[in-house]
Nanobody, 125 residues
Framework: QVQLVESGGGLVQAGDSLRLSCAASGRTFSGYAMGWFRRAPGKEREFVAAISWNGGSTEYADSVKGRFTISRDGAKTTVYLQMNSLKPEDTAVYSC??????????????????WGQGTQVTVSS
C-alpha cells in the first residue's frame, strides 16, 4: 500500500521554527516531484512549496518565500519543510503530495498522484 505520512507538526509561538517530514512507503517516490500544501480553518487548500524529482528545482508561495525551505533526502524517500519565523497565519493542516512533475503541483488546481493525511501546525501569537 502506497502511503505518504507527515510528521513534525505541533504548537509553537510566533517566531519559532518547525521542520515537517513527509515519509514515503510502499513504493519509491524518487521519480516524483513532491509538494507541501496547507489548509487553514475555513479556507481553501493552498500551495506552499514544491521540489522536483532530483531536487534541482523548487517553487514557493509568495507568503512563505524566505522563511520556508523544501528539501528531499538523498534516497528521495523523505521530503522536508523547514519553517522558520513562523506566524499565526501559518496555522493550518499541512499535507504533502507526490506528482509526476513539479508543474502539476503549482497549478491552480494541483494534480497529484498521492496525498498524505496531514499534520497540524498551530502558531500562537
Amino acid at each position: 500500500q502506497v502511503q505518504l505520512v507527515e510528521s513534525g507538526g505541533g504548537l509553537v509561538q510566533a517566531g519559532d521554527s518547525l521542520r515537517l517530514s513527509c515519509a514515503a512507503s510502499g513504493r519509491t517516490f524518487s521519480g516524483y516531484a513532491m509538494g507541501w500544501f496547507r489548509r487553514a480553518p475555513g479556507k481553501e487548500r493552498e500551495f506552499v512549496a514544491a521540489i522536483s524529482w532530483n531536487g534541482g528545482s523548487t517553487e514557493y508561495a509568495d507568503s512563505v518565500k524566505g522563511r520556508f525551505t523544501i528539501s528531499r533526502d538523498g534516497a528521495k524517500t523523505t521530503v522536508y519543510l523547514q519553517m522558520n519565523s513562523l506566524k499565526p497565519e501559518d496555522t493550518a493542516v499541512y499535507s504533502c503530495a507526490a506528482a509526476n512533475a513539479i508543474a502539476y503541483l503549482i497549478r491552480t488546481v494541483p494534480v497529484a498522484s498521492y496525498w498524505g493525511q496531514g499534520t497540524q501546525v498551530t502558531v500562537s501569537s
